[in-house]
């Protein structure tokens, strides 16, 4: 707990001075403000920034590549992605909101049924993430997990908050909730593009060894995109010589698996 009291003490310290100093200098008052912004700012929107939350971007071992799908189960885009994951003989890991978890639980059955991994990825996907209150925040992250063990039996170790957005309470409550949050190397921004050229590219051109690359099975306007681009990317990547690994060991192989509840049809 002693980073989020620091955190705190830190915006106190600079509050007060600002208000001591305004009388005084106001370009001084307007220089630390601007710059406590954007360290403040580094702190909370920074995906791989260390300093309030511990978490890992890449995976271990020579010549792997993970790939981890964010936002699903989508009910038409999910099973299209597990058919074109299945064809190509590739497992991949699934941060599943947990909302739409309870929606389509036979989905989120589906993925893990066929050897891929389910991460929490909170219950609501909340876009203000950074500001919610303690109690909202703890909510989000226990009924998102709650929500995987519904459909799969299981609770998730895995964690990532939306668009990687930190918390200055979320490193103690993820301890708390035994999970490790899971960042990523490769932002593919296929939230902004309908090209599966530039999509492909974008991963192609950046690809190395340990990369965990960002992608999202549901969208506002659907992933035909990523749908398109990821055959030529999988078997351009293992004509590179990767192998495509889970972000993380399953449940079943890291001994955290529970007897699936009863309302697991
Ligand atoms: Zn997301």
Not at 156 to 179: E, I, K, N, T
Not at 201 to 227: N, T, W, Y
């Amino acid at each position: 707990m002693a980073r989020p009291i620091i955190f705190f003490l830190f915006m106190l310290v600079i509050s007060a001075s600002l208000v001591l100093l305004y009388p005084f200098s106001r370009s001084l008052v307007a220089l630390i403000f601007c710059a406590t912004t954007l360290f403040v700012l580094y702190l909370l929107f920074h995906p791989r920034n260390q300093w309030l939350v511990p978490n890992r971007s890449r995976v271990p071992g020579a010549a792997c590549v993970a790939l981890t799908f964010d936002d699903g189960p989508d009910p038409v885009d999910t099973p299209k992605l597990l058919d074109l994951l299945r064809e190509k003989g590739v497992k991949a890991t699934f941060f599943v909101i947990g909302k739409r978890a309870e929606q389509y639980p036979e989905i989120v059955r589906r993925a893990w049924a066929e050897g891929h991994l389910i991460a929490n990825h909170t219950w609501s996907h909340y876009p203000l993430f950074c500001f919610l209150t303690p109690r909202r925040l703890r909510d989000e992250i226990e009924r998102g997990t709650e929500s995987v063990r519904r459909s799969c039996g299981f609770r998730p170790h895995l964690f990532r908050s939306p668009v990687g957005l930190r918390h200055p309470f979320l490193a103690p409550y993820l301890q708390d909730a035994g999970l490790e949050y899971v960042s990523w190397s490769i932002r593919t921004r296929d939230t902004l593009t309908a090209s599966s050229t530039v999509l492909a590219r974008r991963i192609l051109d950046k690809a190395a060894s340990g990369d965990i690359i960002l992608l999202h099975d549901h969208l506002p306007k659907g992933a035909h995109a990523m749908l398109e681009a990821l055959p030529g990317v999988i078997d351009e990547l293992r004509k590179r010589g990767f192998e495509f690994v889970l972000a993380g060991p399953r449940e079943d192989a890291g001994g955290t698996l529970e007897p699936a509840c009863e309302s697991v049809r």
